[in-house]
C-alpha cells in the first residue's frame, strides 16, 4: 500500500523524545525518511532506538514556543537535506484536568502556548517553503478533548478545539496551493503523559479502558500506523480531516 520511495523525504516532528511523537519518528525513519525530531527534552532515548534504521535522524533539543530555536531547528534540516515536505505538530502537554477556576493564569498560559501557539509558530516557519515547493503535509496532533469534554481540563480542552479550528482554517487557506493538512483525535493512548493514571493501583488506567468500547488502551505505534497513512499519496484526497482514533469513545 505505501510507496517506499514516497516516505523517503524530509520530516519534522515535533515531540520527538516521547510517546506518540518518538513512535512516529521511529516509524517514518523505518521507511527511510530524513527526520528532524525537536523536543525541548533531551532525545537520547529516539536516538538510541533510531540507530540502524534506514532513515537519517537529526536530533534537535529546543522549545517549540522560541521563535528563534524553531527557526535554527528548520535551518538544520534545511542545510542537511533541502525542504521539508511533511510536519507532524505533536508536542502537547496536559494540564491535570484541571477545571477553570482550578487553572491559574500561568498554566492556562502554558498550555494554550505549547499546544497552540507553538503549533501555529512551527507552521509558519515551514509553510512558505512548502508554498514555494507547492506540496506539502501538515498533521496536527488533536485529542478527542478536541470534539467533545472530558479528555482534558479547561485549558486543554480549549487548546485541542482551537487547533482543530485552526487546522480546518489552514486547509480553507493552502489546499488549493498544494498543501494538505489533517488533525488526529487519539482517544486512550498509553504514553508517559498518562503515567499518572497507571500509578499507584491503576484504578484509572482501568477505568478508561473500561469506558472505552474497545476496552483498552493503544500504543503510540497505532497512531504512528495512522499518521503514515494519513502521509501517503492514498489519501491525496483527505484534507480538512479530523480524524479520531480513540477505540470508540467518541461514539458512546
Ligand atoms: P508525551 O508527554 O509522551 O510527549 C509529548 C512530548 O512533547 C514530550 O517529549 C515533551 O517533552 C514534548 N514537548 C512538550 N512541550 C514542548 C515544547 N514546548 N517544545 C518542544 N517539545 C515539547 O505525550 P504524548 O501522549 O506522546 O502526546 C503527544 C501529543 O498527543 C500531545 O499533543 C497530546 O496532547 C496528544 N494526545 C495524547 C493522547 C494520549 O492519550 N497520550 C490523547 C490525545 C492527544
Not at 520530516?11 to 527511510?32: C, D, M, N, R, V
Not at 484536568?97 to 499546544?115: G, K, M, P
Not at 500509578?199 to 495512522?226: F, Y
Amino acid at each position: 500500500m505505501f510507496t517506499k520511495e514516497f516516505y523517503q523525504t524530509n520530516i519534522f516532528i515535533t515531540g520527538s523524545a516521547s510517546g506518540i511523537g518518538q513512535a512516529q519518528t521511529i516509524a517514518f525513519l523505518e521507511k527511510g525518511a530524513n527526520v528532524l525530531g525537536m523536543d525541548c527534552n533531551n532525545l537520547e532515548e529516539t536516538i538510541n532506538k533510531a540507530q540502524g534504521l534506514a532513515g537519517n535522524f537529526i536530533p534537535f533539543q529546543g522549545d517549540i514556543t522560541n521563535q528563534k530555536s524553531i527557526r535554527e531547528a528548520v535551518n538544520k534540516i534545511n542545510q542537511n537535506y533541502g525542504a521539508i515536505k511533511i510536519l507532524l505538530n505533536t508536542a502537547g502537554i496536559l494540564d491535570n484536568y484541571a477545571t477553570s477556576l482550578e487553572t491559574s493564569e500561568e498554566l492556562w498560559d502554558l498550555v494554550i502556548s505549547v499546544n497552540l501557539k507553538g503549533t501555529y509558530l512551527v507552521t509558519n516557519s515551514i509553510l512558505p517553503q512548502m508554498l514555494e515547493e507547492k506540496i506539502g503535509i501538515i498533521i496536527n496532533m488533536a485529542s478527542i478533548a478536541g470534539m467533545t469534554v472530558g479528555g482534558g481540563g479547561a485549558a486543554y480542552t480549549a487548546s485541542k478545539h482551537a487547533l482543530i479550528g485552526y487546522t480546518k482554517q489552514l486547509t480553507y487557506d493552502y489546499a488549493k496551493k498544494g498543501i494538505r493538512v489533517n488533525a488526529i483525535a487519539p482517544g486512550a493512548i498509553k504514553t508517559p503523559m498518562n503515567a499518572a493514571d497507571f500509578s499507584g493501583d491503576g484504578e484509572m488506567a482501568s477505568w478508561v479502558a473500561k469506558e472505552t468500547p474497545a476496552q483498552r488502551w493503544a500504543s503510540p505505534e497505532e497512531v504512528a500506523s495512522l499518521t503514515l497513512f494519513i502521509a501517503s499519496k492514498q489519501a491525496d484526497y483527505l484534507h480538512g480531516s479530523i480524524i479520531p482514533i480513540d477505540g470508540g469513545w467518541l461514539s458512546k
